[in-house]
């Protein structure tokens, strides 16, 4: 399975070339004729014996006051999970995906085929903040299902992101991609652009904040004068740091308590000063620990990088040259190098494995559901399973995990087939088993 996709003209071209800086103008060239036509792009998959249509969405966005139009690629509304698992378009079964937490209506395909997402709180901001991380009930007692959630989190919100933009998926072709900024900034704003949340285009205040993204800091600056002060902006990066501060009062005055300081990387490019209370290092704290503790270690240390989604206010400076950024919610996420999420250090582990292998993989993302009967820690998208191969890291050894382990044993055997998933006990071997074959099919078409 690749990313090859088909125009009407017979014109053939990769969805990798969106971000690819020799191809991205030829491939904006391709989507435009294509746009409008009756005749769809298709792509490599075939379902009931046809091979499956594309959309192409329009985004127009302003750009230093100019309008600025631009395309990308969708799946048609309703028809993802017929993509096989290894292509870009394929949706997840929301049954064995987090996004089987929630309750139905939470995220809802529009027939247009974007997303119309009810988050918690919400953007404009006479609303209260959205929740970083959906509230948490106590885990029912005798394993009954814990009650799906209504209202998607901010954290609900940056695995959709991750999601829809591909990047809890892993190929060879990613590594150069996915160290440069820009790119990563595309497939956000492209996902971005065919979400609705509440009544808000995300787009419309959604942005980014990275390392030698000449674009970025003036896309930022636009979203920032559109939200003004009725909207919150939404802003996703990589932090370098979450710092202490006293905020400055004029002479006299009474001092101020601490706050806290959001340092994305690359922010000093972008005029822009995230600023949150004090109380939100708690909170963080207590519910992304890893990523809380990696923050605390220097920056070349770190094993693992932390993406944050900030909901805030904004604000020009008196200036108006620079922003502060009020944030009122903030959900961080633990990602390998690569920006694929991981969950644990074994996962990590497992992850670069996988990566030093040229496999490709991907990873199915929590949103805000607490237990999940089925659902792997990876999916290999290069095996003679069309619907993916199921991963298993079992990490811990206490009664609850070993009782939920053979409740997947047991789903996996009986779907996959015993021979048809692969899992390793880190409790009990140092060394996991090596990883089920690629099929010299895949290995082919990623050429
Ligand atoms: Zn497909």
Not at 287 to 305: T, Y
Request: charge should be positive; aromatic fraction near 8%; include cysteine.
């Amino acid at each position: 399975m690749s990313d090859w996709v088909t125009f009407p003209d017979g014109r053939r071209g990769r969805l990798g070339w969106a971000w690819d800086a020799e191809r991205a103008a030829l491939w904006q060239r391709m989507l435009a004729s294509a746009h409008g036509d009756p005749r769809r792009p298709i792509c490599d998959c075939v379902a009931g014996g046809r091979r499956l249509e594309l959309a192409v969405r329009e985004l127009i966005r302003r750009d230093d006051g100019r309008q600025v139009r631009r395309y990308c690629l969708a799946r048609m509304p309703h028809g993802g999970t017929l993509h096989q698992a290894g292509c870009p378009f394929h949706e997840t079964d929301a049954r064995r995906s987090g996004r089987s937490g929630y309750q139905q209506g939470v995220i809802r395909e529009l027939p247009d085929g974007r997303l119309r997402i009810a988050i918690a709180g919400g953007l404009e901001v006479r609303q209260p903040a959205p929740e970083p991380v959906a509230a948490q009930g106590a885990e029912p007692a005798n394993g009954a299902a814990r009650p799906r959630q209504a209202r998607m989190s901010l954290l609900g919100l940056l695995h959709l992101l991750w999601e829809e933009g591909g990047l809890n998926a892993w190929s060879p072709e990613d590594r150069r991609r996915r160290t440069w900024w820009p790119t990563v900034r595309g497939a956000l704003d492209d996902a971005a652009a065919g979400i609705i949340a509440g009544r808000e285009a995300l787009s419309d205040v959604f942005a980014t904040v990275g390392y030698r993204d000449a674009d970025g800091p003036h896309l930022f600056a636009e979203v920032a004068q559109q939200c003004g002060q009725s909207r919150r902006i939404v802003l996703v990066g990589l932090v370098n740091q979450i710092t202490r501060y006293q905020p400055q009062v004029a002479d006299g005055q009474p001092p101020r308590p601490p706050r806290l300081r959001v340092v994305f990387d690359g922010v000093r490019n972008y005029g822009l000063y995230v600023s949150a209370p004090i109380e939100a290092g708690r909170r963080l704290a207590r519910s992304f620990p890893w990523a809380w503790r990696v923050l605390g270690q220097d920056p070349r240390d770190r094993a693992i990088r932390v993406v944050a989604v900030v909901a805030a206010r904004i604000q020009p400076t008196r200036s108006g040259t620079h922003f502060t950024a009020w944030a009122d919610g903030i959900a961080l996420m633990e990602t390998a190098p690569s920006l694929v999420p991981v969950a644990s250090f074994h996962e990590l582990r497992v992850l670069q494995a996988l990566q030093h292998e040229g496999r490709r993989f991907r990873k199915p993302l929590r949103y805000d559901a607490e237990r999940q009967v089925v659902h792997p820690d990876f999916e290999l998208l290069d095996t003679i399973d069309p619907r993916g191969t199921p991963m298993e890291v079992f990490g811990r050894d206490d009664e609850d995990y070993a009782a939920r382990a053979a409740e997947k044993q047991q789903y996996y055997d009986a779907v996959y087939g015993i021979r048809g998933w692969w899992s390793w006990d880190a409790t009990q071997a140092d060394h996991w088993p090596p990883f089920p074959p690629a099929s010299q099919l895949a290995a082919r078409s990623t050429k």
